[in-house]
């Protein structure tokens, strides 16, 4: 019987830590379905999920044990299997110049409406024209059954004046 696990991972950015982890788990007959990693200031991290046979599973710990050296740390949980949850998938985009509080407030609008963030990414580039450092972000969100996507998003928008940031939400077409 294969069960699925979630493990996360953090180390000072050198070569061949993927690579390390790829090949613990694979050893011990793993399957890698997913995962999202990056290299984030001097520090790589990463989150994937893997499927492994029930009975090699203290083994692969064992063996991931082995790979915390030098700083690398992981983490593994068991990945219980979640029902999907009733409501729209939407996707919010963020861009404007940086200061520090935009994920904070915008984060805190979406808290009280009690929409889940799904995904998260964001990043500071140099506008083209200006040079200006700009904040972009992008989220998948998961709205409650019942959330009026039009409601959170005059709240959004509020905020966003607030902030000098331009905001889209817009529901992902369903499947």
Known sequence: ????LVMTIISPDRTG?????ARAVAGHGGNWLESRMCRLGGEFAGILRIEIPAAKKSA?????QKLQTNGLQIVV?????????????????IV??????IVREITHALARANVNVEEFSS???SAPMSGETLFKASAR????AGCDLAVLKKDLEKIAADLLVDV???EFPQK
């Open 1 to 4: 019987m294969q069960i699925p």
């Open 17 to 21: 830590l993927v690579e390390a982890v």
């Open 60 to 64: 692969l710990l064992v063996a991931l």
């Open 77 to 93: 949980r068991d990945d219980a299997p979640v029902s999907a949850a009733a409501g729209k998938q939407t996707k919010l985009e």
């Open 96 to 101: 404007g110049a940086d200061r520090p509080g």
């Open 123 to 125: 990043e500071i580039v």
């Open 141 to 144: 969100l998961q709205l409650p």
């Open 168 to 170: 889209s939400l817009a």
